[in-house]
């Protein structure tokens, strides 16, 4: 049962343009989004969140959306930069405290110099 | 800047032998997670761990998985007969746990069972 989804295994974005990835989910209890980026062999690293009271959420370069009655979240990057280059997971949280993240199968992002 | 620190960074281990990982959570958080990813596959939820206890776990959280918080740093997930099955990166997360905040992450360790 994939409660959250990312239908793009990978996308391939030139230098300084734009990355946008995309993230569906199916449970509408959950009500905490969060992106995390991923290098090989290590931990994820959080990137950006939005609670479900908000529509969108920018932090420098990442910018985040939300489409509740779409069940669709978003992650903006701009300018998109060669450092950019991770598996990128977009995760959410249904609980108030718990807070146990269930993670999408993630999108490869290859910035192109 | 706070990290979660997992150690080892690699076990290799066999079939049906005990294994301990082991984390040390950021010192101020309060809930503490374990995770898995089999190779290829996304980041799997284990179990969950609050006030000295489990909060909540998953289907694969079975008998052969154990947790404990031995002292006030340490956090560990035993697994008490591997199998196969159980290669994978385990990362062990930590939160505030209060409400809306994010999860950090350790670097994971890889489990190879042969």
């Known amino acids: 049962d994939q409660q959250v989804k990312q239908n793009s295994p990978s996308l391939s974005v030139q230098e300084g343009r734009i990355s946008i990835l995309n993230c569906d989910y199916t449970n509408s209890m959950f009500d905490y989004f969060l992106w995390y980026k991923k290098y090989p062999a290590e931990g994820p690293t959080f990137l950006i969140s939005i609670s479900s009271i908000k529509d969108k959420n920018e932090d420098g370069r990442f910018t985040v959306f939300l489409n509740k009655s779409a069940k669709h979240l978003s992650l903006h990057i701009v300018p998109s930069q060669p450092g950019d280059s991770a598996v990128y997971f977009c995760a959410a949280s249904a609980e108030f405290g718990n807070e146990k993240l269930t993670f999408g199968t993630g999108t490869r992002l290859t910035i192109i110099p | 800047e706070p990290e979660v620190t997992q150690t080892p960074s690699h076990q290799v281990t066999q079939m049906g032998q005990e294994v301990i990982l082991r984390c040390v959570p950021i010192?101020?958080?309060?809930?503490f997670y374990w995770y898995r990813q089999i190779l290829g596959q996304k980041v799997e939820f284990l179990v969950s761990?609050?006030?000295?206890?489990?909060?909540?776990k998953s289907e694969i959280f079975d008998d052969q998985f154990s947790v404990e918080r031995p002292d006030g740093s340490n956090f560990t997930l035993k697994i008490r007969s591997t199998k196969l099955e159980d290669s994978a990166m385990y990362f062990c997360?930590?939160?505030?746990?209060?409400?809306?905040?994010?999860?950090?992450f350790g670097q994971g360790t890889r489990l190879t069972v042969v």
């Open positions: 997360a930590s939160t505030r746990g209060q409400g809306l905040t994010e999860a950090f």
């Open positions: 010192s101020n958080h309060l809930y």
């Open positions: 761990f609050y006030n000295n206890e489990i909060s909540e």
